[in-house]
């Protein structure tokens, strides 16, 4: 059922909790988006329940497994991590060679071509680290992170810093193995990405998860902040002021052109309200507009004293 589950998971620092009692499940089989601001505590939770930290309080079972060991983790687990190191004079299945010894895999030669040719490296399986590009690079350490045939894959930050054609590429290998059946768990800044690729996503920020669910759950969640644009005929000299007024008592982040006005509001039922001032002060209503929230909207408004949910 779950590919992660955790509860209370807690990392400290002296006396800092940079992970706080985090309490999340990863369904099996989806792609989970997971962002934070740099700092809010992605990195140390990922460590934590893949062995490179320790944990200080709370527990986690991976792939249904409460108690899975190291030797465990090293096959039935993958990680890209934020940046992976290569060696400029070893070539693309000389790295997957020296990985599989590392993890004590016992892969044919085979395998490892396969697994270079599902990442793209089809024409670069002889040729040195030294020459690749860095969206190459990227999809060596995707391969990398792949060559166990993991059921529960960490990508962290998979497309930073790479082309957008190479962005495409590995979007595409990401889903190819989501299509297997791997869970995905997936960080990234890339808000794009993350709202076309994901079926889930939490926010963390300062060490806990602020909001947790599919797009959809999290734009409902985020209606309070509904973005209304008025397309209207020219103000009157005068008439902006009072406009304005009027504006205040019903919502935010009033902005005021001469034939433009936008407005945040709580609840679509201000909507009409917003409509009717215009109309009793007999200003023209060309269109109305509003704007269903981005992730990105949510992701910046997602905080301590932000939170919508
Ligand atoms: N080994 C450590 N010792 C002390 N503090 C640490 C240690 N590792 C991380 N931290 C602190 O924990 C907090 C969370 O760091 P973390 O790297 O987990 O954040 P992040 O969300 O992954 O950020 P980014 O997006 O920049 O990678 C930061 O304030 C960081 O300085």
Redesign the pocket.
């Known amino acids: 059922m779950y590919a992660i589950e955790t509860h209370n998971l807690t990392k400290k620092?002296s006396e800092?909790r940079?992970v706080n009692q985090i309490s999340l499940k990863v369904k099996k089989g989806t792609i989970f988006g997971f962002l934070?601001?740099?700092?809010?505590?992605?990195?140390?939770?990922i460590n934590m329940i893949t062995g490179l930290t320790i944990p200080t309080e709370g527990s986690y079972s991976l792939l249904s497994n409460k108690d899975m060991t190291l030797k465990e983790k090293r096959t039935k687990i993958g990680v890209l991590p934020?940046y992976s190191t290569f060696y400029d004079d070893l070539t693309a299945i000389g790295h997957l060679k020296y990985f599989s010894k590392i993890l004590g895999l016992n892969l044919s030669k085979e395998d490892m071509i396969e697994t270079l040719k599902s990442v793209g490296l089809e024409d670069a399986i002889n040729q040195k680290a030294k020459k690749f590009s860095f969206g190459m690079k990227k999809k060596l350490g995707i391969a990398q992170a792949l060559i166990n045939k993991p059921d529960l894959l960490f990508l962290d930050e998979p497309t930073s810093g790479v082309d957008a054609n190479a962005i495409l590429n590995i979007h595409e290998i990401i889903n190819n193995v989501a299509e297997q059946g791997t869970t995905i768990f997936l960080t990234s800044?890339n808000l794009d990405e993350v709202e076309k690729m994901c079926d889930e996503i939490a926010i963390?920020d300062k060490g806990v998860i602020r909001t947790q669910g599919t797009m959809e759950q999290l734009k409902n969640n985020y209606q309070n902040n509904l973005t209304v644009s008025i397309k209207h005929g020219t103000l009157l000299e005068g008439t902006s002021k009072t406009l304005e007024q009027e504006l205040h008592a019903l919502g935010t982040n009033i902005q005021m052109a001469k034939n433009k006005t936008s407005i945040v509001v709580s609840d679509e039922d201000t909507i009409p309200i917003v409509n009717k001032i215009f109309l009793n002060m007999e200003i023209d209503v060309f269109r109305i507009e509003v704007d269903e929230p981005t992730l990105e909207e949510i992701f910046l408004n997602t905080g301590e004293t932000k939170q919508t949910a």
Do not use: I, L, P, Q
């Open positions: 620092y800092k940079v934070g601001k740099n700092g809010a505590g992605k990195s140390t939770f934020d800044h963390m």
